[in-house]
Nanobody
């Protein structure tokens, strides 16, 4: 059974930092491109960042460039999202997702496996 489990969310003041983690099990993690998406209340799920299966390349949404960093540790079957300089606009549920052969990295429907999400709330 494939599982992706996010952790690390919480409440933080604007300008603060959080580090999200995603633990995977039940799949050959080092073969999967992984990504973070987020969804704010009343809005569609949006792409945040992605990382190739060997960690060689990363892709960031324009809204998080220079503030967020995606990374992975294949030995531990983990992917991370370091979030700095948080703003209230970063508030939402953050999801980890994985896909074997991605088409469009930023398209949620490309991803086969999803975690349950972790809430991030940034206060002003």
């Amino acid at each position: 059974q494939v599982q992706l489990v996010e952790s690390g969310g919480g409440l933080v003041q604007a300008g603060g930092s959080l580090r999200l983690s995603c633990a995977s099990s039940g799949l050959p993690f080092n073969l999967y491109t992984t990504a973070w998406f987020r969804q704010a209340p009343g809005k569609e799920r949006e792409f945040v960042a992605a990382i190739t299966r060997n960690g060689g390349r990363t892709y960031d949404a324009d809204s998080v460039k220079g503030r967020f960093t995606i990374s992975r540790d294949n030995a531990k079957n983990m992917v991370y999202l370091q979030m700095n300089s948080l703003t209230p606009e970063d508030t939402g549920v953050y999801y980890c997702a994985a896909v074997l052969s991605p088409g469009r990295l930023g398209a949620p429907n490309e991803y086969r496996y999803w975690g349950q999400g972790t809430q991030v709330t940034v206060s002003s």
